[in-house]
């Protein structure tokens, strides 16, 4: 029998390697079909709204860091989505208005906004229906919240939108995150959290530049990460109705703790451009974190601006996680339509018990 030749022998790793590379080319195109594939059926059969939460709404605004696209006429946020040509949720606002209209801006983050209720549901639509009521007049609102604002970007949106339109009241919502760092604005309008200093330093209109940018425009890669956040809303969920240590409990001192202090300064800077226009302003909260309480103390002391807590309303939950399970939307942690409408009708009470509404 004769030897196996020395040629024979060095082919073999050459074929093994000619099969491994086949393979792995043939598993990568049938990946890639199968994506094709499953990105077809997902933009065919699935409706459109359910993306709502991904889409690239916003623009870049020189002063407040951005606002929504002007005349947005679709869906975000699981809700129809229409916005006015300054890039706010609603109708188109005028300057001037008729005689006799009671007009209030509302100044917030995605609280105020209404974030995944409709908006002839949220806090500022009911709050209008309830002042007029009330008033027995007209109130129109003008709702000047966008999810993601922190607080001194409320500051700015007071100063260079708000007061524009002469309101004859200004009710801000202050949340227990609004001394995060400003969000920004990329080209393609997408909203990002700066995750470092140096980021938030780009400045509102610098391009994204990431690896996943391509799956950005895959409804494929949205559905699945909308229903992964889901399913983690629904375990986190299962886990909730944990009493957090300290909630709501009473503070005993006035004090501004450095990590808020941008969130003091910046409602203090409110009262004071609202008092220069001799324009009632008042302020409630939804936060239960100590520094926040305390904060809210001593603003209220140094400047005699009346003030509201909201989470005063929710006698039945003892922490962030029962609440979201009781009150939330579901498939995020932000509040429901009913609780919208607890607030602006607990917000109508103690504006009239603050003589913050006319005769």
Same mark, same amino acid.
């Given at each position: 029998m004769?030897?196996?030749?020395a %040629?024979s022998?060095s082919? =073999?790793?050459?074929?093994?390697?000619r099969?491994l590379?086949?393979?792995?080319?043939?598993?990568?195109v049938?990946?890639?079909?199968m994506?094709v594939?499953?990105e077809?059926g997902?933009?065919?059969?699935?409706?459109a709204e359910v993306?709502?939460?991904f889409q690239?709404?916003?623009?870049?605004?020189?002063?407040v860091?951005?606002?929504l696209?002007?005349?947005?006429d679709?869906?975000?946020f699981n809700?129809?989505?229409?916005?006015?040509?300054?890039?706010?949720?609603?109708?188109?606002w005028?300057?001037?208005r008729?005689a006799?209209v009671?007009?209030v801006?509302?100044?917030?983050?995605?609280?105020?906004?209404?974030?995944g209720?409709?908006f002839?549901s949220?806090?500022?639509?009911?709050?209008?229906?309830?002042?007029?009521?009330?008033?027995?007049?007209?109130c129109e609102?003008l709702?000047?919240?966008?999810?993601g604002?922190?607080?001194?970007?409320?500051?700015?949106?007071l100063?260079?939108k708000?007061?524009?339109?002469?309101?004859?009241?200004?009710?801000v919502?202050?949340?227990?995150?609004?001394h995060?760092?400003?969000?920004?604005?990329?080209?393609?309008?997408?909203? %990002?959290?700066?995750?470092?200093p140096?980021?938030a330093?780009r400045?509102?209109?610098r391009?994204?530049?990431t690896?996943?940018?391509v799956?950005?425009?895959s409804?494929l890669?949205?559905?699945l990460?909308?229903m992964w956040?889901?399913?983690?809303?629904?375990?986190?969920?299962?886990?909730?109705? =944990?009493?957090?240590e300290?909630?709501?409990?009473?503070?005993?001192?006035?004090?501004?703790?450095?990590?808020?202090?941008?969130?003091?300064d910046?409602?203090v800077?409110?009262?004071?451009?609202?008092?220069a226009r001799?324009?009632p302003?008042?302020?409630?909260t939804?936060?239960?974190?100590p520094?926040?309480?305390?904060?809210?103390? +001593?603003?209220?002391?140094?400047t005699?601006v009346?003030?509201?807590?909201?989470?005063g309303?929710?006698?039945d939950?003892?922490g962030?996680?029962?609440l979201?399970?009781?009150h939330g939307?579901g498939?995020?942690?932000h509040l429901?339509? +009913?609780? %919208?409408?607890?607030?602006?009708d607990?917000?109508?009470?103690?504006?009239?018990?603050s003589?913050l509404?006319?005769d």
């Amino acid at each position: 029998m004769s030897e196996p030749s020395a %040629h024979s022998n060095s082919t =073999k790793p050459r074929s093994r390697i000619r099969r491994l590379l086949t393979g792995l080319t043939i598993s990568g195109v049938t990946l890639l079909v199968m994506f094709v594939v499953l990105e077809i059926g997902v933009r065919l059969f699935v409706p459109a709204e359910v993306f709502s939460p991904f889409q690239p709404i916003y623009r870049a605004d020189p002063d407040v860091g951005y606002t929504l696209r002007p005349n947005l006429d679709g869906h975000a946020f699981n809700q129809p989505l229409r916005t006015n040509s300054l890039g706010f949720r609603g109708r188109e606002w005028l300057k001037e208005r008729s005689a006799g209209v009671f007009r209030v801006a509302l100044i917030g983050d995605s609280h105020a906004f209404a974030f995944g209720v409709p908006f002839e549901s949220g806090v500022g639509e009911a709050l209008a229906d309830r002042l007029g009521q009330r008033l027995g007049r007209e109130c129109e609102l003008l709702n000047f919240g966008l999810p993601g604002y922190n607080a001194e970007q409320q500051l700015e949106v007071l100063r260079h939108k708000a007061l524009s339109f002469d309101p004859d009241l200004v009710v801000v919502l202050i949340c227990e995150n609004d001394h995060n760092k400003a969000r920004w604005c990329d080209d393609e309008g997408w909203l %990002h959290i700066p995750d470092a200093p140096e980021d938030a330093a780009r400045g509102p209109t610098r391009p994204l530049v990431t690896e996943k940018s391509v799956l950005r425009h895959s409804r494929l890669a949205m559905y699945l990460k909308l229903m992964w956040l889901r399913a983690t809303v629904s375990s986190e969920r299962e886990e909730a109705a =944990k009493p957090d240590e300290g909630w709501m409990a009473p503070v005993d001192s006035a004090e501004v703790a450095p990590r808020v202090r941008s969130v003091y300064d910046s409602i203090v800077g409110m009262a004071e451009l609202c008092r220069a226009r001799e324009i009632p302003v008042g302020v409630t909260t939804l936060a239960a974190l100590p520094d926040y309480r305390r904060l809210l103390r +001593a603003f209220r002391e140094s400047t005699g601006v009346p003030t509201f807590e909201l989470l005063g309303l929710y006698s039945d939950v003892s922490g962030w996680s029962e609440l979201a399970a009781k009150h939330g939307l579901g498939w995020d942690d932000h509040l429901d339509a +009913a609780s %919208h409408a607890r607030w602006a009708d607990a917000i109508v009470g103690w504006l009239a018990e603050s003589d913050l509404l006319p005769d």
